[in-house]
C-alpha cells in the first residue's frame, strides 16, 4: 500500500508540474495584445457592451465632449477595425449588433456617442467615426462576405456624401436638428481609404475618393507640423499654438497610405525619440518644446502604424518597446493603459490596433521583449 502511494503521489505532483508548466506556456506564449483586449473587456465595457470613453467616471465640461462612461461611434469604429485585424467573427458580429441597434439612424446617418445606457441624447455625427466605420464594414465584409456589412458601409457612405461633402471637401459633422453641415474640416478625420472602398462598390462615390486624395495631397505644413483645420468660408487653413502629435500623426498616416511622404514631421519625431528616448503629446508649434511632460500611448500607436506604412520596421519596434513601458503588466489593470487609476479607450484600442499588425508583419516574437522589461 506504502508502494502505491508513492505511486499516486508522484503521479499526482508530475501532474501538477505538468499543469503548471502547461499555464505559464499558454501565459507567455499568448499573443501579448491579447491581454490588453482582455483588459478592455473586463474594465472598458458598460453592461450593455457599449465601449466607455473612460475608466472611471468623469466631470461634465460641455455636450460636445465626451465624459465617463460615455460611448463614441469612433471607439465602435476601431474595435470592429481590431475584431477584422485579428480575424475574430464571433467579436465583430456582437459589436456589429451594437452598432446596429444603439447607433444607427435611418439614411446611414450614425450618432456621434451615446450614453452609457445606450440612449442618443445628441443629433449630430462626425465624418472621423463614419469613415473609420465604412472601413471596418467593408475590410469584414471583404474577410468574411457577408453581405450586409456592404450594404450597411453604403448607407453610411451615402450619408457622408449627401451631409459631410460641401464646397469640393467634406466636414467634420452634420447636426440633424438644425440641418446644418460644419463650415470646417478637421484636416485628421479625413482618411480616403474607406471612400476609395466605397467607389469600388459604388461608381458614384468615385469622386468622393478623388476629392479626399486631393485634399490630403494639399495640406500645406509650417516646416514640420501640419494645420488643425481648414476653414471653408475663408478658405484659409488653422494651426494651434500647440499641437496634438495624434492629428498630426493622423494625418501622417492617412498621407502615407496614399503614398504620400510627409519627411519634415518624421524627422522631428526620429530626432525627438533619438534624443530624448521618447515622445511627447503635444509640442509648442513655434519652440518645439512640450509644455506638458506627458506621454501618450495613442501616439506611440499611431506613430507604430505610420512606420509600418512606411515600412521602418526598425523604428516601430524601437516605439513599441516604449510604449509597452506605459503598460501595466501585473494586478488589477494588467494589459491596460492606465495611469493614475485612469484610462481613455483610444490609449487602450490604438495600442491594440498596433501590436496586431506588428505581430501580422511576423516582425513580432510572442515573447518580445516579454521577459526583460521593467514591470508596472
Known amino acids: ?68 462612461r460615455e460611448a463614441l461611434s469612433e471607439s465602435l469604429g476601431l474595435w470592429l477595425e481590431y475584431a477584422v485585424e485579428n480575424k475574430d467573427k464571433a467579436l465583430f458580429q456582437q459589436n456589429y449588433a451594437i452598432l446596429r441597434q444603439y447607433f444607427f439612424a435611418p439614411e446611414g446617418f450614425v450618432y456621434w456617442k451615446i450614453s452609457p445606457e445606450g440612449q442618443s441624447d445628441v443629433t449630430t455625427n462626425a465624418l472621423v467615426d463614419d469613415l473609420r466605420l465604412v472601413g471596418a464594414l467593408l475590410a469584414a465584409y471583404q474577410l468574411w462576405g457577408q453581405a450586409e456589412w456592404a450594404e450597411t458601409a453604403s448607407s453610411i457612405g451615402k450619408a457622408v456624401s449627401l451631409y459631410l461633402a460641401k464646397d469640393n471637401t467634406f466636414v467634420d459633422f452634420y447636426d440633424r436638428k438644425y440641418n446644418k453641415s460644419a463650415d470646417v474640416l478637421t484636416l485628421s478625420y479625413l482618411d480616403p481609404r474607406p471612400v476609395k472602398r466605397l467607389g469600388q462598390l459604388n461608381a458614384a462615390e468615385q469622386p468622393l475618393y478623388e476629392r479626399g486624395v486631393a485634399v490630403i495631397q494639399a495640406i500645406p505644413n509650417d516646416g514640420t507640423f501640419f494645420p488643425k483645420s481648414y476653414h471653408l468660408p475663408s478658405r484659409q487653413y488653422a494651426y494651434d499654438p500647440v499641437v496634438n502629435l495624434i492629428d498630426q500623426l493622423l494625418i501622417a498616416l492617412h498621407r502615407a497610405s496614399q503614398g504620400i511622404p510627409s519627411p519634415e514631421l518624421t524627422a522631428f519625431l526620429k530626432n525627438e525619440f533619438q534624443m530624448q528616448g521618447l515622445i511627447y503629446g503635444g ?94
Open 283 to 376: 509640442y509648442d508649434r513655434m519652440t518645439h518644446e512640450a509644455p506638458v511632460k506627458f506621454e501618450s500611448p495613442s501616439v506611440y500607436a499611431l506613430a507604430i502604424l505610420y512606420s509600418l506604412e512606411r515600412n521602418d520596421t526598425e523604428w516601430a519596434l524601437a516605439l513599441y518597446k516604449r510604449m509597452l513601458q506605459l503598460q501595466h503588466r501585473s494586478g488589477e489593470y494588467q494589459g491596460g493603459y492606465v495611469s493614475d487609476n485612469q484610462t481613455h479607450i483610444f490609449d487602450n484600442v490604438f495600442p491594440l490596433l498596433a501590436e496586431v499588425r506588428l505581430y501580422k508583419t511576423k516582425m513580432l516574437p510572442v515573447m518580445y521583449i516579454w521577459m526583460t522589461e521593467e514591470k508596472r
Open 1 to 68: 500500500m506504502r508502494v502505491k502511494s508513492k505511486s499516486v503521489l508522484k503521479i499526482a505532483l508530475l501532474l501538477c508540474i505538468a499543469a503548471g508548466i502547461g499555464t505559464y506556456l499558454f501565459f507567455y506564449y499568448q499573443p501579448r495584445y491579447a491581454q490588453t483586449e482582455s483588459f478592455i473587456k473586463k474594465h472598458m465595457l458598460n453592461p450593455n457592451g457599449t465601449l466607455a470613453t473612460y475608466l472611471v467616471e468623469t466631470p461634465v465640461i460641455s455636450p460636445d465632449l465626451a465624459h465617463g
